[in-house]
């Protein structure tokens, strides 16, 4: 068993890009809801949907990448320490 350590740091830093890619997005979208002037029963459910499913997707997703991120770079560093 083993591993290219190298591709697992490209790997880490991809996950711990995106995740703060998926947070940036999160609060633009989270900033640009609730600066629109929409009225309506449409506009009640939307914001609805994006409180109770959305944004915690989103959430979830980013909480998700960052956490793999981390493993992949624990994961690189116990390997890079058994072999050194």
């Given at each position: 068993?083993?591993?290219?350590?190298?591709?697992?740091?490209?790997?880490?830093?991809?996950?711990?890009?995106?995740?703060?890619?998926?947070?940036?997005?999160?609060?633009?979208?989270?900033?640009?809801?609730?600066?629109?002037?929409?009225?309506?029963p449409?506009?009640?459910?939307?914001?609805?949907?994006?409180t109770?499913?959305?944004?915690?997707?989103?959430?979830?997703?980013?909480?998700a990448?960052?956490?793999?991120?981390?493993?992949?770079?624990?994961?690189?560093?116990?390997?890079?320490?058994?072999?050194?």
């Amino acid at each position: 068993m083993g591993a290219d350590l190298e591709q697992l740091a490209a790997l880490r830093e991809v996950l711990l890009r995106q995740s703060n890619v998926i947070e940036e997005l999160t609060a633009t979208l989270r900033s640009q809801l609730s600066g629109t002037s929409w009225h309506g029963p449409a506009a009640e459910r939307f914001r609805g949907a994006w409180t109770s499913d959305f944004e915690p997707t989103l959430r979830r997703l980013q909480g998700a990448l960052q956490d793999a991120g981390v493993e992949v770079g624990r994961r690189r560093d116990a390997l890079l320490q058994a072999g050194g």
